[in-house]
């Protein structure tokens, strides 16, 4: 199994961008997904998680400017980031838990992590 991020880059204070993070291999399904992202120097943190009904999770620090949203039949998320501010600026990794063929476990991947650069 694999979790493919895309979708960073270099933007403006105030632009916007979109994550995209894909999972394949031989799923048979995938619980809860969800963001986080690490800047220099400082802790990983949680950015949103989404569950497989759709029920979504925000940091205060994100609210009313990012969107997570997920297209179960692709086994993608996606991370709608709006207002982008230079302090979003971090490599941003996607996780899921994902169920393998076969198996009657759910365990969580990590994807490699995007870079996102935004200027002031």
């Known amino acids: 199994v694999q979790l493919q991020a895309s979708g960073g880059g270099l933007v403006q204070a105030g632009g916007s961008l979109r994550l995209s993070c894909a999972a394949s291999?031989?799923?048979?399904?995938?619980?809860?997904m969800g963001w986080y992202r690490q800047a220099p120097g400082k802790q990983r943190e949680l950015v949103a998680t989404?569950?497989?009904?759709?029920?979504?999770n925000y940091a205060d620090s994100v609210k009313g400017r990012f969107t997570i949203s997920r297209d179960n039949a692709k086994h993608t998320m996606y991370l709608q980031m709006n207002s982008l501010k230079p302090e979003d600026t971090a490599a941003y990794y996607c996780?899921?838990?994902?169920?393998?063929?076969?198996?009657?476990?759910?365990?969580?991947?990590w994807g490699q992590g995007t870079k996102v650069t935004v200027s002031s």
């Open positions: 989404i569950t497989s009904g759709g029920k979504t």
């Open positions: 996780t899921a838990e994902i169920r393998l063929s076969g198996s009657v476990f759910y365990r969580s991947y």
């Open positions: 291999g031989s799923i048979w399904s995938i619980n809860d």
